[in-house]
């Protein structure tokens, strides 16, 4: 497994940005499919976005499309979420996550080595 650590969370109104990253240690980045997901308080985990070994491929939940951007340096050995126009309802603690499974649009459960988080407070 990789080892994953999330960074560049913090407090920002509405309208504001913000940039995830993750960076990992372990196997060789390039191999994984890589992923960021969220959770709110009281509420599930939910899927966020994707991106593909190549970077080829990207997927974003409808709620996030045109205002998050995922991207990944294999050169660094981390992948990146860019927020924009940020809301009250993407408070919430963001992960990443890894797979050597498929390549990007996988389901959550072949996902198999997470971070621990970093939390994304949005205010009104």
């Known amino acids: 497994q990789v080892q994953l650590v999330e960074s560049g969370g913090g407090y920002v109104q509405a309208g504001g940005s913000l940039r995830l990253s993750c960076a990992a240690s372990g196997r060789t980045f390039s191999e994984y499919a890589l992923a960021w997901f969220r959770q709110a308080p009281g509420k599930e985990r939910k899927f966020v976005a994707s991106?593909?070994?190549?970077?080829?491929?990207?997927t974003y939940r409808d709620s996030v499309k045109g205002r998050f951007t995922i991207s990944r340096d294999d050169a660094k050995n981390t992948v990146y979420l860019q927020m924009n126009s940020l809301q009250p309802e993407d408070t919430a603690v963001y992960y990443c996550?890894?797979?050597?499974?498929?390549?990007?649009?996988?389901?959550?459960?072949?996902?198999?080595?997470w971070g621990r988080g970093t939390q994304v407070t949005v205010s009104s």
């Open positions: 991106i593909s070994r190549n970077s080829g491929l990207t």
């Open positions: 996550a890894a797979t050597l499974r498929g390549n990007g649009n996988v389901p959550t459960t072949w996902y198999d080595s």
